[in-house]
């Protein structure tokens, strides 16, 4: 954390952290009481789930920093759509041999489409938005009990 410390003292552009790190959402405080960064990083997927990640973009706003929310997908992206201080939705090529717009086998439609402006917009559909396969989930369903 001391070299984001001195990044963040000595450069003009503004540094975001931490991507990943240990102690979840509660690190995020130790960052900012560092000054180790000036946009704080989480995801719903690294920080255990929606709810500390919105703690974190609550602490973020308390200090009049941005939060960036790291990762895509339902979680991700309802999360943006819940608070002010995100400028960026994360969405893409994740791995050159994935296809980002092609649906996992759950899934009849990904959650995050890209219009031809290159926005994503949020879902209309109910809960987080996912289009979930149902007769997918049924057919490997191993057992009911």
């Not at 994360?90 to 996992?104: I, M, S, V």
Request: aromatic share 8%; net charge negative.
């Amino acid at each position: 954390m001391s070299s984001y410390a001195w990044l963040a003292e000595n450069l003009s552009i503004p540094i975001v952290g931490p991507e990943s790190f240990g102690g979840k959402h509660h690190m995020r405080a130790e960052w900012v009481k560092a000054g180790a960064c000036d946009i704080l990083r989480a995801g719903a997927n690294g920080v255990g789930g929606i709810t500390p990640t919105m703690k974190v973009a609550a602490l973020a706003e308390s200090f009049g920093m941005d939060c960036e929310v790291h990762g895509n997908g339902a979680a991700s992206l309802a999360v943006v759509g819940a608070i002010r201080n995100c400028r960026w939705y994360e969405r893409g090529l994740l791995h050159p041999f994935l296809d980002y717009d092609e649906p996992a086998a759950y899934l009849n439609s990904i959650v995050d489409p890209m219009d031809d402006q290159g926005f994503v917009h949020l879902s209309q559909r109910p809960g987080l938005g996912e289009d979930i396969n149902f007769a997918y989930i049924e057919a490997n369903t191993v057992s009911h009990d």
